[in-house]
C-alpha cells in the first residue's frame, strides 16, 4: 500500500516541479538588462506590495552591494509611502516616487508581484500605474511574477513568471521563488562583482 502523502511532501514537490518548469532563458535577458542598466550608470528601482514589498529590500540590498547596481525600493520609506497614500491615495504612490526620482531610460523598473497588477479587478493598480510611467520614460522593465503575469507580462522587457502548479498555493509560491530568482541573478558571473561573507570564509 503507497503511503500517503503529507501537506509538506506535496508542498515541497510543487516547488521542484516550479523549479525544473522556470525559463532560464527568460531569467538570463533579464540578468542581460540589468548588466546593462549598471553599465550605463541606470538606477534600479524595486517595486513590491506585500510580501513582495518586504523581498524588494532584501533584493535592494543584494544588487547593491553583490552585484554593485545603484538599487532603492519605494516602501523602505514607510513615512513618505503613507503621507502619499494618505494624501494622494494608494493607486499613485510608486508613480509619484518615481516621478520624484526622475526616473529616466537609463533606469531599469523591477516588479515583485504575485498578480502582476491589474487595473480592471483593481488588483495593485499602484505597480500598473508605475509601469504606464516607467514605459513613457523609456525604462527598462523586468517582472518577477506568479499566475498569468497580469500588466507587468503584457509590458516588460522580461518576464520572470513563476509557473501555477497549485491554484491553492499561487501566493507563497510566487514570493518565495522569487527570492529564488533574484538570488540567482545577483549570483550570476554577468552580474556578481562583490564576494558573499561565508564564500568569502574559508
Known amino acids: 500500500m503507497a503511503q500517503a502523502t503529507t501537506?509538506?511532501?506535496q508542498f515541497l514537490g510543487e516547488a521542484v516541479e516550479i523549479l525544473n518548469r522556470l525559463d532560464t532563458a527568460i531569467i538570463?535577458?533579464?540578468v542581460t538588462i540589468l548588466a546593462d542598466t549598471r553599465r550605463r550608470k541606470g538606477r534600479l528601482f524595486i517595486l513590491g506590495v506585500g510580501g513582495s514589498?518586504?523581498?524588494?529590500s532584501h533584493a535592494v540590498n543584494d544588487f547593491r552591494k553583490i552585484a554593485g547596481l545603484e538599487a532603492y525600493a519605494p516602501t523602505d520609506n514607510v513615512a513618505e509611502l503613507t503621507a502619499r497614500t494618505n494624501d494622494e491615495g494608494w493607486a499613485g504612490v510608486?508613480?509619484?516616487w518615481l516621478r520624484v526620482s526622475r526616473l529616466r531610460a537609463e533606469d531599469t523598473i523591477l516588479i515583485f508581484s504575485v498578480g502582476g497588477g491589474n487595473l480592471e479587478k483593481q488588483v495593485s493598480p499602484n505597480l500598473v500605474a508605475a509601469l504606464q510611467f516607467a514605459k513613457q520614460a523609456g525604462s527598462g522593465i523586468i517582472g518577477i511574477v506568479g499566475r498569468d503575469g497580469g500588466f507587468t507580462a503584457t509590458v516588460a522587457d522580461a518576464c520572470v513568471l513563476i509557473p501555477t502548479v497549485n491554484p491553492v498555493h499561487v501566493?507563497?509560491?510566487a514570493e518565495a521563488f522569487q527570492a529564488v530568482v533574484w538570488h540567482l541573478m545577483v549570483s550570476h558571473p554577468d552580474l556578481k562583482v562583490?564576494?558573499?561573507k561565508w564564500e568569502s570564509v574559508r
Open 94 to 96: 510608486f508613480e509619484s
Open 53 to 56: 514589498a518586504a523581498n524588494a
Open 7 to 9: 501537506f509538506s511532501q
Open 171 to 173: 501566493t507563497p509560491h
Open 28 to 30: 538570463d535577458r533579464a
Open 194 to 196: 562583490c564576494e558573499t
